[in-house]
């Protein structure tokens, strides 16, 4: 069963994607260049490699929730191999126009009673009144986030190693007054 989480301008769906072992085997076959960081080894993915099937789930997904997205086309794609420790500062995903990521994960999270949010996903959505909506994501083999490109996002460090998929999409949206698929 999918959460689905609503801001002005902005949504997250949290679901699984059952097809996650294979998606990993043939994406960590199509890296392009691979950058070594302090706290991650990150591979930049061929946009080739994504599967139709993919797409095609991660629109479905979108339209499910009455989003008005026509299309979409992966745009970028990287493959990141944490290190010990490592994390996400804050970001999103805003360097291009109308960007929906996806972040999926291959491995379970290592509870730790202390730190019960280490390796988590966090997200930040901004509504009109000023209120800040916060979520955190544990990672699970398969669990996926799909989120437009301005939700605002991190990942807590973690004292294990632990790997996950990014693709940005470039969407399509309807254009006002034109019904969207899920319409007609």
């Excluded at 990287?78 to 290190?83: A, G, L, T």
């Excluded at 966090?122 to 301005?150: C, D, L, R, W, Y």
């Amino acid at each position: 069963m999918d959460n689905n989480y609503f801001a002005q301008g902005q949504f997250i769906i949290e679901t699984e994607y059952d097809e996650y072992e294979s998606m990993n085997i043939t994406m960590r076959k199509s890296s392009t260049e691979t950058v070594d960081y302090p706290d991650r080894v990150q591979d930049n993915l061929d946009l080739n490699s994504i599967s139709l099937a993919y797409t095609d789930w991660v629109l479905k997904k979108i339209q499910d929730q009455k989003i008005p997205v026509t299309s979409i086309e992966p745009d970028q794609a990287w493959y990141i191999n944490y290190k010990p420790y490592g994390y996400q500062g804050i970001h999103n995903h805003t360097n291009k126009e109308d960007l929906i990521s996806t972040v999926m994960y291959f491995d379970h999270k290592q509870e730790d009673d202390m730190f019960t949010q280490d390796g988590c996903l966090v997200t930040m959505m901004a509504h009109p009144n000023t209120q800040i909506e916060f979520h955190e994501f544990p990672p699970s083999p398969g669990k996926t986030i799909i989120m437009n490109g301005n939700v605002s996002h991190a990942t807590y460090p973690y004292k294990h190693e632990r790997r996950c998929l990014v693709i940005n999409f470039k969407a399509t949206w309807s254009k006002p007054n034109e019904p969207d698929q899920t319409e007609v």
